[in-house]
Structures are given as C-alpha cells and as structure tokens.
C-alpha cells in the first residue's frame, strides 16, 4: 500500500480545473507582481480569518521579519520564544540583529511553558513569540496576560496552525502581529514559497504593507528601510482556488488525526490537544522509543515518516555564540529524541490510517 505523506498531487487533481483557470487568467493580464489577485486573497484571508488587515508576503519568515520591523525591534533588544521549532523562528529575531531568549517547552503540547517565561524577561525584552506547534495553538491567554503586566508586544508564528481556534476565535486575533507560511507542504500552501502577516492594529499594518515593498509610501518614495516581501500572483492565484475547500481540508485533517489516536490506542504517545482550542494538524506526532529503527520498519512497509524536530535550537551550530549549554532546556531536548511524524493530509483514507496504525503498532 502506498501512503502519501502530505499528497499535494492528488490535492492538485482534485482542484485541477480551479487552479489551473486562475493561473490561466494571471498569465493571460500577465500582472505577475502585485496584480488584482493579491488584494482579493486578502479580502478572503481577512473574511476567514475575522481579522482587520491580511498583508500578504513572500514567505512565513519573511513574514516574521515584516512583524518584527513594524514594531520597530532594534540590535540587542530580546525576543522570548521556544527552543523547539523549525529555525525561522529564531533565525529572524537574529537576523534582526536581536537576541532569541528561548524558554522550555510544555511536555504535552509541545509549545512555549508560560510558567517559565516571566522569569526570562529583563529589561532589555520587548516581545513574546510563541509558536503553534504542529497546528495546535499555544496558551495564549497566560502569554498575553504577562505580555500585557511586562508592557511586551506578542508576535505567534503561525505557520503551522493557519485556520486553527482558540477559545472559539480565529488564532490570528490573539496577539499584536500573527504570521503564517503557504510553504507547500502547509496545511494550506501554494505551489512555491509564500506567507502572510495578520494584525487589528492599523499602524502595523501600514508600515508592513509599505516595508513589503522596500518601505515605499509611493512610486520611488520611501518611507522605511524596507525589503522585497511580496507574495507572486500567481501563488496568490492558486491559494484563492485552494481557500473555499480549506475549511472542509480541516476537518478531514481532524478526521485523520482522531482516527489515528483511537486505532494507536495508547501503543505510543499521542498527540494531545487541550479542550479550549483547535488544532489544523499540520503535523500528527507522536513519541517514540528507538526512533530510527521504528522509521525503517515503517519505511519497509512504505510508509513515509518525518522527524520535526531532531535538534533544538538552542543545540544548533548557527546558535553557539549564544553560549547556551546542552541540559539548559531538558524537556525540549527529550522530546527532540523521540517525536516522530506520521503521514497527514486530509486525503488519507480509513484504510490506509489504519494500515499506518496497525504497522506501527506491531513494530514498538
């Protein structure tokens, strides 16, 4: 039995005659930079989302980079986020010349410990950035609340949890600047890359639309020191086909994920998700012993597995000079030994989920 992992060909198919119209009518006005279709996958961003701005981008880090210079972060301040996530996250706030001050993770989630965030401010802190780890939102009312008693800003890195809930809204409401990535193998992703930035604060959202075009206020006319952050139209041209099925993507993802965890039935660590969110489940992810050889057994039987992550950041070269020491962030560093990623995508049948469930539980 063949198992896709995230099966963007047979998601194509399905779409085929959508997709292909709208690319058809790009390359038919042949606007391929900032053309009709950018303002209208806005439009539809914001009406799914509920949000007041939806500025898109040329990808979910330079999204994070479009956040960060609208609130105008400066070399030496300190951004809060998790040790355990794809490098973007702190690749950006060093990029911007400011130190990541990374916090351990909740064991459960996965995501940002805000028990253990207060004790890593100082006064040079001027941001939280939390990450929706493998779709699922992070504890975003404790976040906030000592964001708002330490005067900090709150940026979520969105990029695995587009279309995720929390406390019965949109994700992308809970935070100053929220960031998502259409990267491919997104839940909801293009045919390249791509990302978008979301805000309810009017100013942020000026600055990030004019610094996504070199900080240009007009036609050679430059306000900001800005950069070349724009999403392609034809990329927006595919997500505008691919936006009016992503509600029912979700749900068939939800399916998959719930089905998964019922036919595990406790043979390994499942994912869990707290009762007052959502989760889109970019990833399904569960805990294992003897990790590689568990990955060959499936590999065997043809099952595709993906390891996020298998080095915390705080581990990786890139970060030396940060003079953080292995043991400095435990939990983030246990469950980088053992997280394994399941096929997920919401096309997954019943028979195959428990083809996966069954390989997987006669090999543990």
Not at 202 to 214: G, I, L, N, P, T
Not at 255 to 275: I, S
């Amino acid at each position: 039995m063949k198992i896709d992992f995230a099966n963007l060909q047979h998601q194509y198919q399905l779409y085929k005659a959508e997709i292909d119209a709208n690319i058809q009518a790009v390359l038919n006005k042949s606007n391929y930079i900032m053309g009709e279709e950018i303002q209208q996958l806005e439009s539809e961003l914001q009406a799914f989302t509920g949000t007041q701005h939806a500025i898109t981008c040329s990808s979910g880090t330079d999204a994070l980079l479009l956040a960060m210079m609208a609130m105008d972060i400066q070399p030496g301040d300190e951004i809060i986020t998790t040790p355990f996530t794809f490098i973007a996250t702190a690749e950006t706030i060093a990029l911007m010349q400011a130190v990541p001050v990374f916090v351990d993770i909740d064991e459960t989630t996965f995501n940002i410990d805000p028990n253990k965030i207060e004790a890593a401010i100082t006064d040079k802190t001027k941001a939280i950035m939390p990450v929706s780890l493998y779709g699922q939102p992070a504890d975003m009312d404790e976040i906030n609340a000592i964001a708002k008693k330490h005067n900090l800003k709150v940026i979520i890195d969105g990029a695995q949890c587009f279309g995720a809930s929390y406390k019965n809204t949109c994700a992308a409401n809970h935070c100053d600047i929220y960031t998502t990535s259409f990267f491919p193998a997104k839940p909801l992703g293009c045919y390249g890359d791509g990302g978008a930035v979301f805000t309810n604060n009017d100013e942020y959202a000026e600055k990030m639309k004019m610094m996504r075009v070199h900080g240009q206020n007009k036609r050679y006319h430059h306000k900001y020191i800005g950069m070349g952050g724009r999403l392609d139209t034809i990329q927006a041209a595919i997500l505008l086909a691919k936006l009016p099925h992503y509600a029912k993507e979700i749900e068939g993802r939800n399916r998959v994920a719930q089905a998964y965890t019922a036919q595990l039935n406790g043979a390994v660590k499942t994912p869990e998700l707290k009762n007052d969110r959502t989760s889109v489940w970019a990833q399904y992810t569960i805990r294992v012993q003897n990790r590689e050889a568990l990955q060959a057994k499936l590999k065997e039987q043809g099952i595709p597995t993906a390891v996020h992550y298998p080095m915390p950041l705080h581990m990786q070269e890139c970060f030396q000079y940060l003079g953080i020491k292995q043991g400095a962030f435990p939990v983030a560093e246990k469950v980088s030994q053992e997280v394994m990623s399941l096929p997920m995508n919401p096309f997954l049948t019943d028979e195959k989920v428990k083809f996966v469930a069954d390989t997987l539980r006669a090999s543990v």
